[in-house]
């Protein structure tokens, strides 16, 4: 089950038929549900991109060149004419530095899921080939498309671009969306229009890429995005590393967009008879503005590119934030005791349990040495799975594979396993002596393997991995690879990192995974194939999260991110919220609680599991539904309110949260969006605290009165004198009848 859904996106031959046609002057066209792209493949030509929109018909797109279409080079390559921006880059073994490509052959792929159409293009004197390859989903308005660069000179040929893809996009009022943020701050988002000259987004950590910018953009071609309106491309690159987004706005009447790994640093030179293959680029279109295309981003996600995609998530506790480094047997069990008693359905152990010779009782030792301490866990993991099972719930565990502390027994053993220049010494991240083990090594891929492999060989009842990533890349240099490929490390790691979640993912498809870097520093689909969720943010802060989660649902479905109720004050932004507003906005995202429940009253837990239980009937529409964006808290009115539907619209969730405490502020009512105008709803709060029930309570509304006008919502909640606050939050649940 669980191969079938996630090697089917990455591993998409088998099964296939080929069709070959060496097109002569004639349009290739890609075709999605709603989409088309239309190329120009003529034999002995460059491949020309003539459109990517909504669906044409076979008579538009033949009269594409007619309607005054320029002719736009769909994989531009440097040497000739070109004195903007190239998708690829070459020196060939003889040192010529130019490439001239033109269509040799075109071919298509078909599987079940979808049609691959390759065009080969050659360069017309080296024995150089690229393959352009596009991937159009039957079900899905998703494009992927990637590259496949070989060669047959006597030498290596030097590879200084190499673009996945490159979409020219008409000149005209094009807005750019990006996510951008720090530690603690990811996922913010910032749109501004394309002005002349090159914009260029991009990452060099090594390890990790999401903290500070994003590898996923929109781009509104109808000006200022719109939430429901307009037509807007997405792009996603699938990559987990190094990233370069430029978007290059010349004199002409195009601004062309590329996308790929970051070749600075990274030159790649390319033996003979190697095919260098780059990471997919996924691209959506929709005219209903961002939301349409955050929707099509999320379902093709949930489909094919997300790990159980259509498996419901738990619920779970995390220990992090509750008792830190500080790990031991009795309270584990407590924490258990009271996830279980609240209805949770996991308990995941945070970093802190494992290292003899190095305990790891803070940030500064023990990674590397995956044994469990005995001192801190004196019945080891068997006993707190026996116990987690006892208490009827499945047991989790956080790992950091691909890191090691200078202060660990495999230090000790293996100094010639970290990221490191050669005639250099280490460079120390986190807790003074970390460091990055090279994956480029196979017998460090090996070993990251086996970290896995041991731990769910000797306790296959663990259901739940946290893998961290801690660590940026501090010294650019491997001592694994030859003087000649240093320039390859980052891209070389990622492989070994695909090889080694491939192994894992072969032997234990159904364990649940979670992708965390210092938070939200692993937030992209390069890293998602393998990964059920990521963890958004080392911030918990519930009015942060309405802004953090929102910017990731851009691109990113609620089922893969990882939103907890934690304790109050919250210990990043030290601010006060009530359990019910946390709660209201972690309910809105894969709930869980991170914290340590025996510092909850009675009361609270109480309203916990309420809640709890409440999400449970719901969880199927936030976790599988469609999320129309109804307010933003970035628009500066007080308010941020989304909703979900099943694609049937016959079952909805609401939320409300007020963003901005304010006496007698005038607030705006929100509308929905996405219900079915002609049924009617019946509207039930969830998670109610008030004394008395709102007074919509239980009466029923017309899906089109709902998205005119929406609903008045109370500005805060009516509890007793000394429960009041500021905040105020509703859930509504809204069931067609
Ligand atoms: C990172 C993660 C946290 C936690 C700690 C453990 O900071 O983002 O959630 O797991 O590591 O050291």
Same mark, same amino acid.
């Given at each position: 089950?669980?191969? +079938?859904?996630?090697?089917?996106?990455?591993?998409?031959?088998?099964?296939?038929?080929?069709?070959?046609?060496?097109? !002569?002057?004639?349009?290739?066209?890609?075709?999605?549900?709603?989409?088309?792209?239309?190329?120009?493949?003529?034999?002995?030509?460059?491949?020309?991109?003539?459109?990517?929109?909504?669906?044409?018909?076979?008579?538009?797109?033949?009269?594409?060149?007619?309607?005054?279409?320029?002719?736009?080079?769909?994989?531009?390559?440097?040497?000739?004419?070109?004195?903007?921006?190239?998708?690829?880059?070459?020196?060939?073994?003889?040192?010529?530095?130019?490439?001239?490509?033109?269509?040799?052959?075109?071919?298509?792929?078909?599987?079940?899921?979808?049609?691959?159409?390759?065009?080969?293009?050659?360069?017309?004197?080296?024995?150089?080939?690229?393959?352009?390859?596009?991937?159009?989903?039957? %079900?899905?308005?998703?494009?992927?498309?990637?590259?496949?660069?070989?060669?047959?000179?006597?030498?290596?040929?030097?590879?200084?671009?190499?673009?996945?893809?490159?979409?020219?996009?008409?000149?005209?009022?094009?807005?750019?969306?990006?996510?951008?943020?720090?530690?603690?701050?990811?996922?913010?988002?910032?749109?501004?229009?394309?002005?002349?000259?090159?914009?260029?987004?991009?990452?060099?950590?090594?390890?990790?890429?999401?903290?500070?910018? #994003?590898?996923?953009?929109?781009?509104?071609?109808?000006?200022?995005?719109?939430?429901?309106?307009?037509?807007?491309?997405?792009?996603?690159?699938?990559?987990?590393?190094?990233? $370069?987004?430029?978007?290059?706005?010349?004199?002409?009447?195009?601004? $062309?967009?590329?996308?790929?790994?970051?070749?600075?640093?990274?030159?790649?030179?390319?033996?003979?008879?190697?095919?260098?293959?780059?990471? #997919?680029?996924?691209?959506?279109?929709?005219?209903?503005?961002?939301?349409?295309?955050?929707?099509?981003?999320?379902?093709?996600?949930?489909?094919?590119?997300?790990?159980?995609?259509?498996?419901?998530?738990?619920?779970?506790?995390?220990?992090?934030?509750?008792?830190?480094?500080?790990?031991?047997?009795?309270?584990? !069990?407590?924490?258990?005791?009271?996830?279980?008693?609240?209805?949770?359905?996991?308990?995941?152990?945070?970093?802190?349990?494992?290292?003899?010779?190095?305990?790891?009782?803070?940030?500064?030792?023990?990674?590397?040495?995956?044994?469990?301490?005995?001192?801190?866990?004196?019945?080891?993991? $068997?006993?707190?799975?026996?116990?987690?099972?006892?208490?009827?719930?499945?047991?989790?565990?956080?790992?950091?594979? !691909?890191?090691? %502390?200078?202060?660990?027994?495999?230090?000790?053993?293996?100094?010639?396993?970290?990221?490191?220049?050669?005639?250099?010494?280490?460079?120390?991240?986190?807790?003074?002596?970390?460091?990055?083990?090279?994956? +480029?090594?196979?017998?460090?891929?090996?070993?990251?393997?086996?970290?896995?492999?041991?731990?769910?060989?000797?306790?296959?009842?663990?259901?739940?991995?946290?893998?961290?990533?801690?660590?940026?890349?501090?010294? #650019?240099?491997?001592?694994?690879?030859?003087?000649?490929?240093?320039?390859?490390?980052?891209?070389?790691?990622?492989?070994?990192?695909? +090889?080694?979640?491939?192994?894992?993912?072969? $032997?234990?498809?159904?364990?649940?995974?979670?992708?965390?870097?210092?938070?939200?520093?692993?937030?992209?689909?390069?890293?998602?194939?393998?990964?059920?969720?990521?963890?958004?943010?080392?911030?918990?802060d519930a009015l942060q999260?309405v802004y953090?989660?929102w910017? %990731?649902?851009?691109?990113?479905?609620?089922?893969?991110?990882?939103?907890?109720?934690?304790?109050t004050p %919250?210990?990043?932004t030290?601010r006060s919220m009530p359990l019910k507003y946390r709660?209201d906005v972690?309910?809105?995202?894969?709930?869980?609680?991170?914290?340590?429940?025996?510092?909850?009253?009675?009361?609270?837990?109480?309203?916990?599991?309420?809640?709890?239980? !409440?999400?449970?009937?719901?969880? #199927?529409?936030?976790?599988?539904?469609?999320?129309?964006?109804l307010m933003s808290p970035y628009d500066g009115l007080g308010v941020a309110s989304i909703?979900?539907?099943?694609?049937?619209?016959?079952?909805?969730?609401y939320f409300w949260w007020k963003t901005e405490a304010f006496r007698n502020q005038q607030m705006p009512r929100v509308k929905m969006?996405?219900?079915?105008?002609?049924?009617?709803?019946?509207v039930?709060e969830?998670n109610r605290i008030d004394k008395k029930p709102l007074k919509f309570e239980?009466?029923?509304?017309?899906?089109?009165?709902?998205?005119?006008n929406g609903l008045e919502m109370p500005v805060g909640y009516d509890v007793d004198t000394d429960k009041r606050t500021e905040w105020g939050s509703r859930v509504l649940?809204?069931?067609?009848?």
């Amino acid at each position: 089950m669980f191969k +079938s859904l996630i090697f089917r996106s990455v591993f998409l031959l088998a099964s296939v038929t080929i069709t070959n046609s060496a097109i !002569e002057g004639k349009n290739i066209k890609i075709e999605t549900p709603k989409t088309s792209m239309v190329l120009d493949a003529t034999k002995e030509k460059p491949l020309k991109f003539l459109y990517y929109g909504t669906k044409i018909t076979d008579n538009d797109a033949n009269n594409l060149k007619t309607a005054g279409t320029p002719n736009v080079d769909a994989y531009p390559a440097y040497g000739f004419n070109l004195r903007r921006e190239a998708a690829v880059a070459a020196k060939h073994a003889d040192g010529n530095m130019t490439l001239e490509l033109v269509v040799d052959s075109v071919w298509t792929t078909n599987n079940e899921q979808s049609q691959t159409h390759t065009i080969r293009l050659k360069d017309t004197f080296y024995p150089l080939t690229v393959d352009v390859n596009y991937l159009a989903y039957h %079900n899905e308005d998703m494009i992927e498309t990637w590259t496949e660069i070989s060669h047959d000179e006597d030498g290596t040929v030097e590879l200084s671009e190499f673009a996945s893809g490159c979409i020219p996009l008409r000149y005209g009022n094009v807005w750019l969306t990006q996510l951008h943020g720090a530690w603690g701050n990811e996922g913010r988002i910032d749109s501004s229009p394309l002005t002349h000259g090159l914009r260029v987004i991009k990452n060099n950590d090594g390890i990790r890429n999401s903290h500070f910018a #994003h590898s996923e953009v929109m781009l509104s071609l109808d000006g200022k995005p719109q939430e429901n309106d307009g037509r807007v491309i997405g792009a996603a690159l699938c990559y987990g590393g190094n990233f $370069k987004l430029v978007v290059d706005t010349d004199e002409k009447d195009y601004h $062309k967009f590329y996308a790929g790994i970051n070749p600075e640093n990274s030159h790649y030179h390319l033996e003979k008879g190697e095919t260098f293959i780059t990471p #997919h680029l996924a691209l959506t279109y929709s005219n209903e503005g961002i939301g349409g295309v955050s929707r099509n981003f999320h379902r093709w996600a949930r489909n094919h590119r997300l790990a159980h995609g259509d498996k419901p998530r738990k619920i779970l506790l995390n220990s992090w934030e509750g008792v830190h480094f500080d790990i031991k047997e009795k309270e584990m !069990e407590q924490m258990m005791a009271d996830i279980a008693d609240m209805g949770g359905e996991l308990f995941v152990m945070d970093d802190g349990w494992f290292g003899v010779k190095y305990p790891r009782n803070d940030g500064t030792q023990g990674l590397g040495d995956w044994i469990v301490n005995k001192q801190k866990l004196p019945h080891g993991l $068997k006993g707190l799975i026996k116990a987690a099972k006892n208490k009827g719930i499945s047991f989790g565990i956080w790992i950091e594979p !691909e890191m090691i %502390n200078a202060n660990s027994e495999l230090y000790d053993q293996h100094p010639e396993y970290v990221v490191k220049a050669n005639n250099r010494k280490e460079v120390y991240g986190r807790g003074g002596s970390q460091m990055v083990l090279d994956l +480029s090594n196979p017998e460090v891929q090996q070993r990251v393997f086996q970290i896995v492999d041991t731990l769910m060989t000797q306790y296959p009842e663990i259901d739940y991995i946290k893998w961290d990533c801690n660590n940026m890349g501090m010294s #650019h240099g491997s001592q694994y690879l030859p003087a000649d490929k240093q320039s390859h490390l980052y891209i070389e790691y990622f492989k070994g990192l695909e +090889s080694v979640l491939n192994l894992i993912r072969e $032997k234990y498809p159904d364990v649940t995974i979670q992708a965390c870097a210092s938070g939200g520093g692993r937030v992209n689909y390069g890293i998602l194939p393998w990964f059920d969720e990521v963890w958004t943010s080392d911030n918990t802060d519930a009015l942060q999260r309405v802004y953090l989660q929102w910017g %990731n649902s851009y691109f990113f479905p609620a089922i893969a991110l990882g939103s907890h109720i934690s304790a109050t004050p %919250n210990l990043q932004t030290y601010r006060s919220m009530p359990l019910k507003y946390r709660t209201d906005v972690a309910m809105s995202g894969r709930l869980g609680l991170e914290m340590q429940p025996n510092e909850m009253t009675a009361e609270e837990k109480k309203q916990t599991r309420k809640a709890i239980e !409440e999400y449970k009937s719901i969880r #199927h529409i936030i976790q599988q539904g469609d999320l129309y964006r109804l307010m933003s808290p970035y628009d500066g009115l007080g308010v941020a309110s989304i909703l979900y539907t099943t694609p049937e619209k016959d079952d909805a969730v609401y939320f409300w949260w007020k963003t901005e405490a304010f006496r007698n502020q005038q607030m705006p009512r929100v509308k929905m969006a996405g219900l079915d105008p002609d049924k009617n709803y019946r509207v039930m709060e969830l998670n109610r605290i008030d004394k008395k029930p709102l007074k919509f309570e239980g009466k029923v509304f017309s899906g089109r009165y709902l998205m005119d006008n929406g609903l008045e919502m109370p500005v805060g909640y009516d509890v007793d004198t000394d429960k009041r606050t500021e905040w105020g939050s509703r859930v509504l649940r809204l069931t067609a009848q």
